[in-house]
């Protein structure tokens, strides 16, 4: 039934599994590609040929990537080839039988920026289904070194590092919907194979064309199994964090608190006893284990685990002994959830007594990997569902609007070609995924929805005039399914210990008595009295001893994770490389804390995330520039980054962080319309109304930072010289708020929205946010993966026929304001670290921030937070070169570097609180309340500056332009890029606006080049 399902799904199913490709020329059109079980189904009686075909990799036929031949690498024995991570590499082969094949192919992963390698494949020019341009290779990771203990008496994970080695797979899919690896056709006597590089280098051994083993069930293979004396008193007890090697770094020993039956255990100090949990989610990756075994053979093999994360869900996960799956039933065992630990014996469940295994003495691999096991068809069938359900809401909301006319009849099943039918369709679709969901996971809370869900399609189908009444609910129920794909495709396993065994060998107990956990809570709830929660505790032993003279105080803002990050590498690098001892405190509101901090004296050398430019402007931080390497320092960042930190001739901080926003959009709904991504503003404005009859949206945020967006695009200042005034006064200036508030009042741009959902669901198919929210997609949106896109904003064309893309960035990146619906409000910003002017440890905290905004260090922080909470957070580092070293893709990287060239630095402004808030009121009167733009401009210019007066003289500053310096004046332009100008009164000024300008006292302004 499901195969029927998925050939009569064929167009959507394509258009779903298509993936954006950044070398178009070397592969053919992905619209043409079919799905996987499409390309099988096109053999009528292909044949699986028994024979073995051999390529090597260094007999490659012809490249366009950078390639190098290697000789004995790593004990490869001959030729290997280094392939970069950009463009292809093609092999010729003779088959000498026609038929299907499985590819095996041997790498070892080059030195990269540790994240998995990614490549596609064409065989005889042709990419021969959607999802082989996609494949994953793992690279793999351990501990750097011992877990080692603080002076708090908690244990700290080691760093985790990558351990490369050779190693063999056969391709298969990578989204885990297929069990086995991928079959290819190759016809008889010449053929082709390519890759592309999608992400990473990679060297390649050797490719072998042949019949992958597919495990057989138990009993065969127990019948074929050599007879072996019966074992007796072995048992082998494998700790879960004591695991060999790892495919990811964010699979690292953790500690589970809240279970005195997890060994080791302690009620309030920290214990790594556990692996896996929430960060062993991904399907593909897997944990190894070494075990010795004392003599040959059989031996039982049981697992104490728990899944306490997706209720009502299994989570699987294959064996493999020595690379190899023993039999078919551990292809995929799976995990019900559990709020406890249980042992699961394996085999027990199946056949009410253990499976036996095989074993010869000597040291072997145990892996366990995730993977989706029975769920994986089902879960890309429910992908392909959503995505139908999707296309059907757009269909209709491109009539009707996302807020129909509740009394108006649209006449939908006229309007929109076989609506009915497809929503009927998507009925028995969801009929057919609850009975399974049911009947695979036993579970009927998924289900239920499922028909909830089917029952209103019904209604739907049954009387097409209620549509329009129920698109919210139909709407919600697909944000319902969509979270339920997310959460089953996640397959979170935690582990604390292994056990091999002889059979007789009875298993520990897994569940704590109730004395156990009331004894477990009473001394934890005592020991939270004592326990010191702030303080990130020393780990180097000879640290103590380096004396109060070579120590310094840090706060960080950040969370604990965070922050145990930062202490490790610090034990790690900084103080054996200096000699300065770092105390690490964890501070939350930092910048609330610092004021009375220094006011009492209690200070820190340094503060990381703060960079408070009230606190610089009263002379409590310190100017960088008075260290003499300063120049060089700053050659890591851009000039954008250090502009949000400087006044005059000083800069107050190191920039840490350095986001800014990016233009997203879903290809396929550009495709769909004709339309193309805008260029320019020019652009935007030609394709709205062809959004808009289609009643689709483009976002961009309301926010003052989008006015500065515009300015800053025109080459225009927000503030004159020296910041002593705003520009909002000048006529250019006007013009563009004119301009940008029309968007909103006359093109009926949106004021609120929900980037994610709105994106998601296909009605804001263009929209400018924060390039951050590329992972968050990533993550949380994988039905459209291949659909959508990330690029430069649209800019403003030029005289000289170039794009202006100019974006402001200010210092807000790690405090980014949400709204009630959690819509991004301020989508780009800086933060950095500074030096507090009362430090006596001046030069001492220097060392310190010119280590941690190193490149070396900040690519290893971006590196570990990433393998700690996932792809979602990935770094947003300020270091130029560092940011080069992140795990982004080749085409993404190149897309943010664009952009990135473009982003200019807000100055910092005595009064800068006042401008954002009185900015938002002017915003609010014009839009939501028709005032008058000019008057209205220039009556809350004059307030802004009226404050911003009032503080400058407060800190002794000059308050009139013509009172200011003109080295100052010129300095104020030097740290600018694409901002040249003030435009204030420019030629031709209509006597309109100059008696406005006198009414407002306005007209003594000037232009500034």
């Known amino acids: 039934m499901l195969t029927r399902r998925l050939r009569t799904a064929f167009p959507l199913v394509l258009s779903c599994l298509l993936l954006l490709s950044a070398f178009a020329c070397c592969e053919p059109a992905l619209a043409e590609a079919p799905t996987y079980r499409e390309y099988l189904a096109s053999f009528s009686e292909p044949g699986y040929p028994q024979r073995e075909v051999r390529i090597n990799g260094s007999g490659f036929a012809r490249a366009t990537a950078r390639t190098k031949l290697l000789f004995d690498h790593e004990g490869y024995p001959g030729v290997s080839v280094w392939v970069d991570e950009q463009g292809m590499i093609e092999w010729e082969v003779w088959v000498e039988e026609a038929g299907l094949y499985n590819i095996e192919l041997t790498y070892y992963p080059a030195t990269g920026r540790s994240t998995s390698i990614e490549r596609s494949i064409a065989v005889n020019g042709e990419l021969p289904f959607a999802a082989a341009e996609y494949l994953v290779f793992h690279r793999v990771f351990g501990d750097a070194g011992p877990i080692r203990v603080d002076a708090g008496g908690n244990e700290i994970r080691p760093q985790q590092v990558e351990k490369p080695m050779w190693q063999t797979v056969f391709l298969s899919d990578a989204q885990g919907y297929e069990e086995n690896p991928f079959f290819f056709y190759f016809q008889q006597g010449w053929n082709t194979i390519r890759l592309t590089s999608r992400a990473e280098p990679m060297i390649i051994g050797q490719l072998r064309l042949c019949q992958a083993p597919l495990p057989r069930p138990y009993a065969e293979v127990r019948a074929e199994q050599p007879g072996a004396p019966e074992l007796k008193g072995i048992f082998l007890q494998i700790e879960g964090e004591s695991s060999s090697y790892r495919s990811s770094p964010s699979l690292f020993a953790v500690a589970d608190p809240g279970d005195p039956t997890v060994v080791p255990y302690h009620y309030f100090e920290t214990r790594l006893n556990s692996i896996g949990g929430h960060r062993w989610t991904e399907v593909g990756d897997w944990i190894a284990w070494h075990v010795d075994i004392p003599q040959d053979g059989y031996y039982k093999i049981a697992i104490k685990a728990k899944q306490n994360t997706n209720r009502g869900d299994l989570s699987n996960r294959k064996l493999l002994i020595d690379g190899a799956v023993p039999f078919a039933e551990v292809a995929a065992i799976p995990f019900p959830f559990s709020s406890r630990y249980e042992i699961v014996q394996l085999g027990e469940a199946e056949q009410g007594e253990p499976f036996l295994f095989y074993l010869t003495k000597g040291r072997h691999e145990i892996r366990l990997e995730a993977v989706l096991g029975e769920l994986g068809p089902l879960i890309q069938f429910a992908e392909e569902t959503l995505y139908e359900l999707n296309a059907i809401y757009r269909s209709i909301i491109m009539i009707t609007s996302p807020t129909p006319d509740p009394i108006r009849s649209y006449q939908l099943e006229q309007r929109v070609p076989q609506l009915l039918e497809r929503i009927k369709a998507g009925e028995e679709d969801l009929r057919y995924l609850a009975s399974e969901i049911e009947r695979i996971t036993g579970q009927r809370s998924h289900a239920a929805a499922l028909l909830d869900f089917a029952r209103m399609l019904e209604r739907m189908y049954e009387k097409p005039d209620a549509i329009p009444n129920l698109l919210q609910e139909y709407r919600d129920a697909i944000g319902q399914l969509g979270t339920w794909i997310m959460t089953s495709r996640r397959q979170p396993l935690q582990i604390d210990f292994l056990v091999v065994a002889s059979p007789e060998q009875q298993m520990p107990r897994a569940k704590p008595s109730w004395w156990e956990v009331a004894l477990h809570e009473m001394r934890a709830f005592f020991a939270s ?139 396929d709904i550009l495709d769909e319309l004709g339309l193309e991504i805008p260029q320019t503003w020019d652009d935007v404005m030609r394709i709205l109304p062809e959004l808009q009859n289609n009643h689709l949206e483009f976002g961009i945020w309301p926010s003052m930072y989008t006015f500065v967006q515009f300015l800053y695009q025109n080459g225009i200042s927000l503030y004159k010289e020296d910041v002593v005034q705003t520009n909002l006064a000048a006529h250019a200036a006007v013009d563009i708020f004119g301009w940008m508030t029309n968007l909103f009042t006359q093109s009926g741009l949106p004021l609120q929205y929900n980037f994610i959902n709105r994106f998601r669901m296909g009605e804001m198919p263009l929209a400018i946010a924060n390039y951050a929210e590329f992972n968050t997609l990533s993550v949380f949106a994988t039905e459209l993966r291949g659909q959508w896109g990330m690029a430069p904003i649209p800019g403003t064309l030029q005289p000289d026929g170039t794009i202006n893309r100019a974006v402001p960035v200010a210092q807000d990146a790690l405090q980014i304001r949400t709204d009630q619906l959690g819509a991004v409000i301020m989508p780009s910003g800086t933060t950095g670290s500074i030096i507090l002017e009362k430090s006596e440890k001046k030069q001492e905290a220097w060392e310190f921030l010119k280590w941690w905004t190193s ?110 310096d003109e080295r100052w004046k010129q300095l104020f332009w030097d740290h600018f890029t694409h901002v040249w100008r003030l435009d204030w009164d420019p030629p031709g000024l209509s006597e309109e606006y100059r008696d406005i300008l006198e009414r407002y006292r306005l007209l003594e302004g000037g232009e500034g080049e």
């Open 855 to 964: 490149k070396e260090t900040q690519v290893r922080f971006g590196r570990e937070l990433e393998a700690l909470i996932g792809a979602s957070a990935r770094y947003a580092t300020a270091n130029v070169e560092a940011m080069q070293e992140l795990p982004w893709r080749v085409e993404e990287r190149e897309q943010l570097n664009i952009q990135w060239d473009w982003a200019e630095g807000v100055p910092p402004v005595l009064g800068g609180y006042y401008v954002t808030r009185q900015f938002d009121w002017l915003f609010r009167a014009v839009v939501l309340q028709n005032a008058p733009v000019r008057e209205s401009v220039l009556d809350y210019a004059r307030e802004i500056d009226r404050e911003i007066a009032r503080k400058r003289m407060e800190f002794g500053f000059e308050t009139e332009l013509e009172d200011v």
């Open 529 to 667: 009295f004592v326990r010191d929660y702030t303080t990130i505790h020393d780990i180097s032993e000879g640290a103590e001893g380096s004396g109060p003279a070579r120590s310094i105080r840090v706060w960080i803002g950040l969370g604990r994770d965070q922050a145990q990050i930062l202490k490790q590498m610090i034990e790690d690098s900084f103080t054996p490389e200096t000699g300065i001892r770092v105390d690490l405190e964890l501070i939350t509101s930092m910048d609330q804390l610092l004021v009375p901090a220094t006011i009492a004296g209690n200070q820190p050398d340094v503060a990381i995330g703060a960079a408070n430019m009230d606190l610089a402007f009263r002379g409590a931080v310190a100017d960088l520039t008075q260290f003499p390497d300063f120049p060089e320092v700053a050659e890591r960042f851009k000039k954008s980054a250090l502009l949000t930190f400087r006044f005059r001739d000083k800069v107050f901080a190191l920039p840490e962080v350095q986001s800014f926003p990016m233009l997203f959009y879903r290809k």
